[in-house]
């Protein structure tokens, strides 16, 4: 799941802290820990990320089987 939005975000040309900053966070480091999976992601946090990066959440989130 983490790996996917990593990857995702990097081919949408966004940066962490791009990221942070339409996330909300202060610092970069506050996505950093949601994209490395040190810090769980909420659902608001899910449905922000899924618009962002204008993937479904289940695309981003789920894994393919």
Known sequence: MYKNLRELRLKKGIT???MALKLGYKYTSGYNQLEMGKRKIDIEAAKKISMILEEP???IFFDKK
Request: charged share 50%; net charge negative.
């Open 16 to 18: 962490q802290e791009e």
């Open 57 to 59: 959440v289940e695309v």
